[in-house]
């Protein structure tokens, strides 16, 4: 997915984690202070999932959820 905003990603993430799935975000249409608060948000939703959260490339990040 790539988000335009901050509010549309996080409501989009969640539903995507709480649903068990994985997920690919193309931070590269974000400003960047916008990417790195939704970057943050990722990390949180991700430790409350007991998942993971990796660099993919320069602006896109992937989060899975636990097993």
């Known amino acids: 997915m790539t988000p335009g905003d901050f509010a549309t990603g996080a409501a989009e ?7 068990g ?3 690919s975000i193309d931070l590269s249409q974000m400003e960047q202070y916008e990417a ?4 943050n948000y990722c ?3 991700t430790v409350m999932a007991n998942g993971w959260i990796f660099r993919l490339a320069q602006s896109v990040i992937v989060i899975t959820p636990g097993s």
């Open 13 to 19: 993430i969640a539903e995507i984690l709480q649903a």
């Open 43 to 45: 990390h949180g939703l």
């Open 36 to 39: 790195a608060r939704l970057v």
């Open 21 to 23: 799935r994985v997920a």
